[in-house]
């Protein structure tokens, strides 16, 4: 059975096996988080979105857990969950003083920013949100590009290439990434994350200079950029 197979609505197949990627990936341990921390991220989002009144109440909290996050951690998932848009370096730096590291931070933001990405999803074809899994075992890598670096970012990023090197070409391949994807490119399983629900919601990073190019099926090109323009406009998107 596919992940949306309860919509009234045809769910691209590309769309349905990311989404079940996504959330299958949350059970497992990332870089800087265990699975249990991950997931705790993952209810923690939900929580506040319900609270806020911008998501229905869910019965997809998953299996409890007993793992308590800290205190800047909460604070910045929810204000991240619910209010992106004035997110800013002063918000940044209270998760740093509060005892995030950057790397860290780069995961937390990473998961907060694919789970409400794929529960409005869920939202907007008028299901519910999809149950999150059981956490599995194992340790968080602790795995961080010994190439990254301050640029114009407040966190390190990952420079492109050449300056970036063989770490730059093993994370991003031969092409140019712009800062929207490097921003979480810090914690490298975060980036291909992102990207892989990039490329299944908008289009492949390949083809994003072809200005004609179209991904999605009665769609042009122009129309989806217009409308990416518009809902970044009305959430007062600062990018």
């Not at 990627?21 to 265990?34: K, R, V």
């Not at 968080?140 to 070409?169: F, M, Y």
């Not at 179209?214 to 990018?239: D, K, M, P, T, W």
Request: aromatic share 8%.
């Amino acid at each position: 059975m596919t992940l949306y197979a309860d919509s009234e609505y045809p769910v691209r197949a590309e769309i349905d096996e990311a989404h079940a990627a996504q959330l299958d990936h949350l059970a497992d341990p990332g870089t800087w988080g265990g699975a249990a921390q991950r997931l705790a991220v993952a209810r923690e989002v939900r929580e506040a979105c319900y609270e806020a009144g911008v998501q229905e109440k869910h019965d997809g909290a998953g299996p409890e857990s007993d793992v308590e996050l800290p205190g800047a951690a909460r604070e910045m998932i929810r204000h991240l969950a619910v209010s992106p848009q004035d997110f800013d370096q002063q918000a940044y730096e209270s998760a740093r003083s509060g005892g995030l590291s950057d790397e860290e931070y780069v995961e937390i933001v990473g998961i907060v920013s694919r789970l409400t990405c794929m529960d409005v999803f869920a939202r907007g074809i008028g299901v519910p949100l999809r149950p999150l899994p059981a956490a599995r075992e194992g340790k968080a890598s602790g795995a961080r590009p010994g190439v990254a670096k301050k640029e114009l970012a407040w966190v390190p990023t990952v420079p492109n290439l050449p300056e970036g090197g063989e770490e730059a070409k093993a994370i991003f391949g031969e092409g140019y990434r712009p800062y929207i994807l490097r921003s979480v490119s810090l914690v490298p399983d975060e980036f291909r994350q992102a990207v892989e629900l990039e490329e299944a919601q908008y289009l492949p990073m390949k083809n994003i200079m072809i200005k004609d190019y179209q991904h999605h099926e009665g769609f042009s090109r122009s129309q989806v950029e217009l409308i990416a323009g518009r809902v970044s406009a009305v959430n007062g998107c600062f990018y």
